[in-house]
């Protein structure tokens, strides 16, 4: 009898041998930084940040995840401890995958490996990104792009506006490396120039484009 063929998402989306599925509320921390690390996650559905803390004691945002976000590789590498931690933004449900099954799923699943693969090459990509960006744009146009970003502007169509998850503008000072009070100056004009509005959330629209765009 032939096996059945290996569908990654429906994989993803139910408990088995090496695998487990979780709700987590808002505010919990997944794992910490520093955690000896022994499997990877799969956000199915929710928010998860990243954070990192510096060996004073200073704390910095450095990921937004969403749905469809794999986290935690460091753990496919043998890294000693984890690089930061994870902590839900909302409620959340999360996959939690054993190493070990990791990787023999690369090893014999051409659909599993092609997938992550394919977002591990993505997420390369968006670091280089995220350097450019620290490096030779202002903070406006940092801003810009990370809300673009959150919004995933880009990957669900074409489409005039997007929404953004809430997030706090100490939380956007963190990730775009400036201050609370410059963050809040750029939303307020982003907000007069039409680029963004709060109508039972923040909505982001196609047209804050050009702000990155623009030389």
Known sequence: ??????????FLSQPGTGKKISRCESKRV????????????YL??????LVVTSPRGKEAVV?????????????????????????????????????????????????FSEMFMAYLLAHIVRVQEDLIDQLFNSSEKRLARTLLLLARFGTKGRRA???????????LAEMVGTTRARISFFMNKFRYLGFLEYNGGLRINETLLDVVLHE
């Open 30 to 41: 997944i794992y910490s930084q520093g955690d000896p690390g022994s499997a990877l996650f």
């Open 161 to 171: 506006s997007f929404v953004a998850p809430q997030i706090t503008h100490e939380i």
């Open 44 to 49: 199915a559905s929710g928010r998860v940040k």
């Open 1 to 10: 009898m032939a096996r059945a063929a290996f569908n990654p998402q429906l």
């Open 63 to 111: 990921a937004i995840l969403g749905p469809g976000d794999f986290f935690g590789h460091e753990s496919l590498t043998g890294h000693k401890g984890r690089l930061a931690t994870a902590v839900a933004m909302n409620d959340c449900t999360i996959t939690r995958i054993d190493r070990s099954l990791v990787t023999r799923l690369l090893r014999q699943e051409h659909d």
